[in-house]
């Protein structure tokens, strides 16, 4: 029998079983000194309370947040390794409501690596450094010995700092969910190449801060819907925030060729990933404000649900029927049944 | 003409009808698109949704999930459809003997296996599914690739569930995409009031309003919904496809043990792409006693439509669909892994 | 039992089709049916058609077996 205690590929697919795999990581790291939010996007350091005096008050937390990221292929429409490793930790800093000041790139590479695709990396890099304004400052490289890694592994570090942070849980009863965009366009990029489908759709993948610094007074939570999708996002932010929320089936944000996708592969459309949306609560009051704001990044930002006392997210079907969307449970595997 | 129209046509003709009154939905892309759709919540109390026994990955026997794993890591190269690639068998599932190293693909169609036999000739595809799949494996067998066959054909499962007669049933909601291949001629053999019916929750809506009409009128027929793909006659080139390849053999069933004349078993002709034969060493020596001991596990009866999965001593409780003890729970149309993701 | 979904040929190349999903071209295997044309729509099960598509819908069929009580 297999043992127990391997990691499995299931526990890297951003579902349950990332999920259960975090929680014991977390359980074995003990120490969290005085930084907060430690499962939120980023983790939290107030300032105020030991660096700077009280009074400073303006920015005065700061907001630090890591990510590793391997993709197949490297190179896809609309993107490649670089530009999301650039973006995952940008918008993961924005998410929470921080303006990221600067990110630290390390690069594992397989001997043997292209240092023309290597160079094409960086380039695209810079030029969601500039398009952001957010530097690379430091780094890090290391080449491992042919077939120890699948040619090329980024991680990326970032820091930034916030007045005030947006947390997960967040979102009050009442509040409208808004999706800065259509969904799931980074898995479907990735999946029509696997999968030889041509399709206009590319990558989503683009840096956040910049939206997010004009809506973020108004978003009492936020989240990108990265891996595992809104499906497992949504839930999380959910669940922390004990609060139920409904989508409405009529105004999911997925484009058709998205659903022509999910269904062909049998993969569950709410388990697609993104690389350059978020998902945010705001009260009703607030709602048209951020979607004018919003609709000048992206025309697609809509209204796709809302929250109200109670737990669990539900989808509101066409029909009129209530059904449960649960996290997803592992990596997404293709099905014909 | 709307849905909520459809609706109100359904509550009527069951109150009129009065009793209980239990339909099995046979196919298991049919019970996944009454989940996702929320149906059951807005159907009439007295009106039933039972699921049946056309989830393939469900149904597949233990021994043959057992052999199929025991040539993965035996050092064969195993290509199958994603759904199979996680079912627990007695030595593990294909998923972990890739994990131990075996080389296990999961695909999506049969041409895609043929891709990968050039880079590895030896690989067997381990052909699961009814009528719908059966012809894309007949089509691979004739370009040259080793199977093992694991097809069924549908009806006779059908015809078994009416003839044990363990549970009443009051009507059938035929599969779409099986009737695609087989035609709506085949299922007159069966008294019991039929609608072959498509995918979308309209079409499950208007099936069930028209298996209600059969039992207020008190008919028994077949009934086409699904007319924009299912033709009286079927496909005949598929039909010719497998049965070119294949024959009718016993089939041998989880939850039913053998139907007679419910499996498809490759011809003389085409020996030679039959992995049952092509490895026979290997799989002779394969303790087969365990795949037949019994489990806590209720996936037979879950299949046979006797027991829903809440019924079951360990749904929910040690199996989930991340530690899924039997195969209605890894499949994503199974009814365990179903009610564990859209029930209550 | 069978996800399948349906699309249009736009191309037909001995056993090879390519199909239209809503914006998603894919190369379909054709085999399995007998005298497809472009522009037809087919419905699509593990990357083979198996069969080609006519038009009534669900709602339609109900329309049509309404008035068939009707009369």
Same mark, same amino acid.
């Given at each position: 029998?297999?043992?127990?205690?391997?990691?499995?590929?299931?526990?890297?697919?951003?579902?349950?079983?990332?999920?259960?795999?975090?929680?014991?990581?977390?359980?074995?790291?003990?120490?969290?000194?005085?930084?907060?939010?430690?499962?939120?996007?980023?983790?939290?350091?107030?300032?105020?309370?030991?660096?700077?005096?009280?009074?400073?008050?303006?920015?005065?937390?700061?907001?630090?947040?890591?990510?590793?990221?391997?993709?197949?292929?490297?190179?896809?429409? @609309?993107?490649?390794? *670089?530009?999301?490793?650039?973006? @995952?930790?940008?918008?993961?800093?924005?998410?929470?409501?921080?303006?990221?000041?600067?990110?630290?790139?390390?690069?594992?590479?397989?001997?043997?690596?292209?240092?023309?695709?290597?160079?094409?990396?960086?380039?695209?890099?810079?030029?969601?450094?500039?398009?952001?304004?957010?530097?690379?400052?430091?780094?890090?490289?290391?080449?491992?010995? &042919?077939?120890?890694?699948?040619?090329?592994?980024?991680?990326?570090? *970032?820091?930034?700092?916030?007045?005030?942070?947006?947390?997960? &849980?967040?979102?009050?009863?009442?509040?409208?969910?808004?999706?800065?965009?259509?969904? *799931?366009?980074?898995?479907?990029?990735?999946?029509?190449?696997?999968?030889?489908? &041509?399709?206009?759709?590319?990558?989503?993948?683009?840096?956040?801060?910049?939206?997010?610094?004009?809506?973020?007074?108004?978003?009492?939570?936020?989240?990108?819907?990265?891996?595992?999708?809104?499906?497992?996002?949504?839930?999380?932010?959910?669940?922390?925030?004990?609060?139920?929320?409904?989508?409405?089936? &009529?105004?999911?944000?997925?484009?058709?060729?998205?659903?022509?996708?999910?269904?062909?592969?049998?993969?569950?459309?709410?388990?697609?990933?993104?690389?350059?949306?978020?998902?945010?609560?705001?009260?009703?009051?607030?709602?048209?404000?951020?979607?004018?704001?919003?609709?000048?990044?992206?025309?697609?930002?809509?209204?796709?649900?809302?929250?109200?006392? *109670?737990? @669990?997210?539900?989808?509101?079907?066409?029909?009129?029927?209530?059904?449960?969307?649960?996290?997803?449970?592992?990596?997404?595997?293709?099905?014909?049944? | 003409?709307?849905?909520?129209?459809?609706?109100?046509?359904?509550?009527?003709?069951?109150?009129?009808?009065?009793?209980?009154?239990?339909?099995?939905?046979?196919?298991?892309?049919?019970?996944?698109?009454?989940?996702?759709?929320?149906?059951?919540?807005?159907?009439?109390?007295?009106?039933?949704?039972?699921?049946? #026994?056309?989830? #393939?990955?469900?149904?597949?026997?233990?021994?043959?999930?057992?052999?199929?794993?025991?040539?993965?890591?035996?050092?064969?190269?195993?290509?199958?459809?994603?759904?199979?690639?996680?079912?627990?068998?007695?030595?593990?599932?294909?998923?972990?003997?890739?994990?131990?190293?075996?080389?296990?693909?999961?695909?999506?169609?049969?041409?895609?296996?043929?891709?990968?036999?050039?880079?590895?000739?030896?690989?067997?595809?381990?052909?699961?599914?009814?009528?719908?799949?059966?012809?894309?494996?007949?089509?691979?067998?004739?370009?040259?690739?080793? =199977?093992?066959?694991?097809?069924?054909?549908?009806?006779?499962?059908?015809?078994?569930?009416?003839?044990?007669?363990?549970? !009443?049933?009051?009507?059938?909601?035929?599969?779409?995409?099986?009737?695609?291949?087989?035609?709506?001629?085949?299922?007159?053999?069966?008294?019991?009031?039929?609608?072959?019916?498509?995918?979308? #929750?309209?079409? =499950?809506?208007?099936?069930?309003?028209?298996?209600?009409?059969?039992?207020?009128?008190?008919?028994?027929?077949?009934?086409?919904?699904?007319?924009?793909?299912?033709?009286?006659?079927?496909?005949?080139?598929?039909?010719?496809?497998?049965?070119?390849?294949?024959?009718?053999?016993?089939?041998?069933?989880?939850?039913?043990? /053998?139907?007679?004349?419910?499996?498809?078993?490759?011809?003389? !002709?085409?020996?030679?792409?039959?992995?049952?034969?092509?490895?026979?060493?290997?799989?002779?020596?394969?303790?087969?006693? !365990?795949?037949?001991? #019994?489990?806590?596990?209720? %996936?037979?009866?879950?299949?046979?439509?006797? !027991?829903?999965?809440?019924? %079951?001593?360990?749904?929910?409780?040690? %199996? /989930?669909?991340?530690?899924?003890?039997?195969? %209605?729970?890894?499949?994503?149309?199974?009814?365990?892994?179903?009610?564990?993701?859209?029930?209550? | 039992?069978?996800?399948? $979904?349906?699309?249009?040929?736009?191309?037909?190349?001995?056993?090879?089709?390519?199909?239209?999903?809503?914006?998603?071209?894919?190369?379909?295997?054709?085999?399995?049916?007998?005298?497809?044309?472009?522009?037809?729509?087919?419905?699509?099960?593990?990357? $083979?058609?198996?069969?080609?598509?006519?038009?009534?819908?669900?709602?339609?069929?109900?329309?049509?077996?309404?008035?068939?009580?009707?009369?």
């Amino acid at each position: 029998m297999v043992n127990d205690e391997s990691i499995e590929l299931d526990h890297g697919g951003g579902g349950y079983k990332s999920w259960e795999l975090l929680q014991d990581i977390r359980g074995a790291l003990k120490s969290r000194g005085k930084w907060q939010n430690c499962e939120d996007d980023a983790a939290v350091y107030d300032l105020s309370s030991s660096v700077i005096p009280a009074k400073a008050g303006i920015h005065s937390k700061l907001v630090f947040t890591s990510d590793a990221f391997i993709v197949e292929p490297i190179f896809f429409p @609309g993107g490649d390794i *670089g530009k999301i490793a650039m973006c @995952g930790t940008i918008n993961d800093l924005s998410v929470m409501g921080a303006k990221p000041l600067g990110i630290s790139l390390s690069i594992v590479m397989e001997e043997g690596f292209s240092k023309t695709d290597l160079m094409k990396i960086m380039r695209s890099i810079n030029k969601v450094s500039e398009e952001s304004g957010v530097p690379v400052v430091t780094g890090d490289t290391k080449v491992m010995q &042919k077939g120890k890694i699948d040619k090329i592994e980024i991680t990326t570090a *970032g820091v930034g700092l916030a007045d005030r942070v947006i947390e997960n &849980k967040g979102i009050k009863a009442g509040d409208v969910i808004i999706s800065s965009g259509d969904l *799931g366009e980074h898995a479907v990029t990735l999946l029509a190449s696997r999968f030889n489908y &041509k399709t206009k759709i590319i990558s989503d993948s683009k840096p956040l801060n910049k939206e997010i610094e004009k809506v973020g007074e108004y978003l009492n939570a936020c989240k990108d819907p990265t891996r595992g999708g809104l499906a497992a996002n949504i839930v999380e932010m959910a669940n922390k925030s004990r609060v139920k929320i409904v989508l409405d089936e &009529k105004t999911l944000p997925y484009k058709k060729e998205t659903v022509a996708v999910s269904e062909l592969l049998g993969i569950d459309i709410f388990a697609l990933a993104s690389e350059g949306r978020f998902i945010a609560s705001v009260s009703p009051k607030n709602a048209d404000k951020v979607l004018e704001i919003l609709k000048k990044f992206n025309n697609e930002a809509k209204v796709i649900g809302h929250a109200e006392a *109670g737990s @669990g997210v539900y989808l509101k079907t066409k029909l009129g029927a209530l059904r449960p969307i649960e996290m997803p449970k592992g990596k997404l595997i293709p099905r014909i049944c | 003409m709307s849905e909520q129209e459809v609706l109100k046509d359904i509550h009527t003709l069951a109150k009129k009808i009065g009793r209980n009154v239990n339909l099995m939905e046979v196919c298991g892309t049919h019970t996944q698109a009454v989940a996702r759709a929320g149906l059951k919540s807005l159907l009439p109390k007295n009106v039933h949704l039972t699921t049946g #026994p056309g989830c #393939p990955v469900c149904v597949t026997a233990q021994e043959d999930i057992d052999a199929i794993v025991s040539l993965a890591l035996a050092g064969i190269p195993v290509a199958t459809y994603g759904d199979m690639m996680r079912v627990p068998g007695s030595f593990g599932s294909l998923d972990q003997a890739r994990e131990k190293g075996a080389q296990v693909f999961d695909i999506y169609s049969t041409e895609e296996a043929l891709e990968i036999q050039k880079e590895y000739p030896d690989l067997v595809f381990f052909g699961l599914g009814f009528e719908t799949t059966a012809p894309m494996s007949a089509f691979a067998i004739q370009k040259g690739l080793v =199977i093992y066959p694991t097809h069924k054909l549908f009806l006779p499962a059908m015809k078994a569930l009416l003839e044990i007669g363990e549970l !009443k049933i009051d009507g059938y909601i035929c599969p779409g995409h099986v009737s695609a291949i087989i035609g709506s001629k085949p299922y007159e053999e069966m008294r019991v009031p039929q609608v072959i019916t498509g995918f979308q #929750p309209d079409d =499950i809506l208007v099936a069930i309003y028209m298996l209600l009409k059969q039992l207020a009128e008190d008919r028994a027929d077949v009934e086409n919904e699904y007319v924009r793909l299912v033709k009286e006659g079927g496909n005949p080139e598929a039909l010719n496809q497998i049965f070119e390849v294949f024959e009718e053999s016993d089939g041998n069933w989880r939850g039913f043990g /053998t139907i007679p004349g419910s499996g498809l078993k490759i011809k003389e !002709k085409y020996k030679a792409f039959d992995a049952r034969l092509k490895y026979k060493d290997i799989l002779d020596r394969v303790d087969f006693s !365990k795949s037949r001991k #019994p489990t806590a596990c209720k %996936c037979g009866e879950i299949i046979r439509g006797l !027991k829903s999965p809440t019924d %079951c001593p360990v749904f929910k409780k040690g %199996c /989930t669909p991340d530690k899924p003890i039997g195969p %209605c729970m890894v499949s994503v149309e199974g009814a365990c892994n179903v009610e564990y993701r859209y029930g209550k | 039992m069978c996800l399948a $979904f349906p699309g249009k040929i736009l191309k037909i190349q001995g056993d090879k089709s390519v199909v239209d999903f809503d914006g998603v071209e894919k190369e379909v295997n054709i085999s399995l049916i007998k005298g497809a044309k472009v522009d037809e729509y087919v419905m699509v099960h593990a990357g $083979f058609a198996i069969q080609i598509m006519g038009k009534k819908d669900a709602l339609e069929v109900f329309k049509l077996y309404k008035e068939a009580e009707g009369k």
